[in-house]
Structure formats: structure tokens, C-alpha cells
């Protein structure tokens, strides 16, 4: 009985160390574990701080697009406004330069008919003249 109670007393010693290196691997554990869990929180929060940041900047950039489109839009229309201009610009440049011919013609039959008009009130006027030269030479004498 000895015997046996000294292998009982050995066996639970035995025990008892591995008992408490479980015990200290148990603590140990619970340790890192609570460790890693205070880790873990401070990664959500960060991560929820990283999604407000990436959701407020998802706004900014979906805002800065719908700017941009605006822009554009306008920057189309300010381009079709400023085809049409140029097409009319050049359609009046057109019309100025007909007129222009036109305008000397008109100045070339203007003048060719003024000279004409000369020439006739000369002819007409030059008989008169010389009736008046000699009538004021008569009464001269």
C-alpha cells in the first residue's frame, strides 16, 4: 500500500505540474487574448473611422462629377452658341461683301451719271452764259 501510495503521490504531483503549466498556458492565453481583443477594437475603430472618411470623400467625389458634368453641359452649349455666332459672323461678312460690290457699282453709275448730268447742264447753261456775257458787255458800253 505503500508502494502504491508512494506511485499515487508521484502520479499527483505529476499531475499537479501539468495541472499548473496548463493553468500558467490558460493565463497566458487569456492574456494575449484580452490583448488581441482591445487590438481589435481599436481596429474597428479605426476601420469605422476610415469608412466615414471614405464615405464623406465617396460624396465629395460624386459631387465634384455631377459639377463636372454641369461644366461640361455648359462648356457643349457654349460651344454650339459660339458655332452658330461664327456661322452667322460669317454669313454677314458674306452679305458686307456683297454689298460692298454692289455699293461700288452703284458709286461708279452714281458718278458716270453725275459727270453725264454735268455735261448736260453745261451744254445748257454755256449758251446762257454767253447771252449774259454779251448783254453785260452791251450795257458795259
Known amino acids: 500500500m505503500r508502494k502504491h501510495s508512494s506511485v499515487l503521490r508521484k502520479q499527483n504531483a505529476h499531475l499537479l505540474a501539468e495541472f499548473t503549466e496548463m493553468n500558467t498556458s490558460y493565463i497566458e492565453m ?10 481589435n477594437t481599436c481596429l474597428l475603430a479605426e476601420s469605422t473611422e476610415m469608412r466615414k472618411h471614405s464615405s464623406k470623400m465617396l460624396a465629395k467625389s460624386t459631387e465634384m462629377r455631377k459639377h463636372s458634368s454641369k461644366m461640361l453641359a455648359e462648356s ?15 454669313e454677314m461678312r458674306k452679305q458686307l461683301g456683297v454689298l460692298r460690290k454692289h ?14 448730268t454735268d455735261i448736260l447742264l453745261i451744254q445748257r447753261v454755256a449758251p446762257r452764259i454767253s447771252q449774259l456775257q454779251l448783254v453785260g458787255e452791251s450795257w458795259a458800253h
Open 30 to 39: 487569456r492574456k494575449h487574448s484580452s490583448v488581441l481583443r482591445k487590438q
Open 76 to 90: 457643349t452649349e457654349m460651344r454650339k452658341h459660339s458655332s452658330k455666332m461664327l456661322a452667322e459672323s460669317t
Open 103 to 116: 455699293s461700288s457699282k452703284m458709286l461708279t453709275k452714281f458718278t458716270k451719271m453725275r459727270k453725264q
